[in-house]
């Protein structure tokens, strides 16, 4: 007997052998030739994964009339011990790529983290030291996508004159042009998270790649998050405008509400001109709601009171959260008036506002929403 064992890491083990003995087979003594292989697997200290596969070739010892009864049954066997070790083969080939691909996959992410934490090392001490060789250099010594990544991530809690320094360094390695190419031939998510770091980096042609992104992206997020970081630059077109390119039919992101909150204040008329838009989509109208109430303040108060009866119930829920959160001289009646309305959703955002504003009047017909018979209004 032979057999050869093979560690090709710390924890997977190949093995293999060949053996050639007589065996016992129904009271006759036969050679046997044994051909095995397979796999290990070291899960864990307690835990072990084994695979193996064996071939066994003997003669045909058994009396010719048994032999000649017996073909077309033992060639039938045959056939099927032939395809059990294909079968067992193939898993073993199988098996052998995952764990070579999760392998190299730990491999790779320990190399990523090491190259992750060597650029940021050098950019903290690149805002003491300002040596903008030394930060290039660590720059274009790692891969693009970790760069990208890193640098992203550590720009974001810069501010003034070092974020100014590190953003020149990152234009002078090319990482905007990387940044843009991802934006055009990455999956949604890289899209996306490119359409962040545009907007971060602030690079000359950064609005042009964004505007193009708005018009042509094939995805909706995408283009939400171009409008998103246009709006980060100050470069966002008209409202009206913006939405036609993203798209209103059937929206529902709530990442809207996030781009109405990153408008500047000398824009919030846009929003209130939308919101108040009878033949606009209520969800987008209700964006509009919630975005001016939590960045306007009181001086849209009057405004969300007028929207409280409107046709729409997302519309009029909307209005009444956001007199809850911006108070109102009338909303005691307001508010009770709407505790009475035939919609739920209405009932509710009446009750959650009278609850956040606290005003005394306001317990009884609150008291009443108890036997109220949606569990939600409840």
Not at 37 to 63: C, F, K, N, Y
Not at 242 to 271: H, M, T, W, Y
Request: with cysteine.
């Amino acid at each position: 007997m032979l057999r050869a064992d093979l560690a090709v890491t710390p924890r997977f083990n190949v093995f293999g052998g060949y053996a050639d003995a007589p065996e016992i087979s129904d009271g006759t003594l036969a050679p046997t030739r044994t051909v095995f292989g397979g796999i290990s697997w070291d899960v864990s200290d307690p835990l072990t994964l084994r695979a193996s596969v064996a071939h066994e070739q003997r003669p045909d010892i058994r009396p010719r009339d048994i032999r000649s009864r017996a073909d077309r049954a033992v060639l039938t066997m045959w056939y099927i011990w032939d395809l059990s070790i294909l079968l067992s083969t193939l898993s073993l080939v199988i098996m052998l790529f995952l764990i070579a691909r999760r392998v190299l996959q730990e491999r790779r992410s320990k190399a990523e983290a090491d190259q992750r934490r060597q650029l940021l090392t050098a950019l903290i001490a690149f805002t003491e030291s300002r040596d903008r060789e030394t930060l290039k250099a660590a720059i274009l010594a790692v891969p693009p996508g970790v760069a990208i990544d890193a640098g992203f991530e550590f720009i974001s809690l810069l501010r003034g004159e070092e974020r100014d320094d590190v953003l020149v360094a990152f234009d002078e390695c090319g990482l905007p042009a990387l940044v843009c190419r991802q934006l055009e031939r990455g999956d949604v998510a890289e899209r996306i998270h490119a359409a962040e770091m545009l907007a971060a980096l602030g690079s000359e042609d950064a609005t042009a790649r964004l505007l193009s992104a708005l018009d042509q992206d094939r995805s909706r997020e995408v283009r939400i998050a171009a409008a998103i970081a246009l709006c980060d630059l100050g470069s966002l077109p008209l409202l009206g405008v913006a939405l036609d390119k993203i798209g209103v039919a059937g929206q529902r992101s709530r990442r809207l509400i996030e781009l109405f909150k990153r408008f500047p204040r000398s824009r919030f008329n846009e929003l209130a001109i939308h919101a108040s838009r009878a033949d606009a989509v209520p969800f987008i109208r209700a964006a509009a709601i919630e975005a001016l109430a939590r960045a306007g303040g009181f001086g849209f108060a009057a405004f969300f009171a007028g929207l409280t009866g409107d046709a729409s119930p997302e519309v009029a829920a909307a209005a009444l959260r956001a007199l809850g959160l911006t108070g109102y001289a009338g909303a005691p009646a307001i508010l009770a008036s709407a505790m009475e309305n035939d919609d739920w959703d209405v009932r509710a955002a009446a009750a959650e506002s009278a609850g956040r504003l606290g005003l005394p009047e306001l317990a009884a017909p609150l008291s009443r929403l108890m036997d109220d018979e949606v569990w939600t209004v409840r």
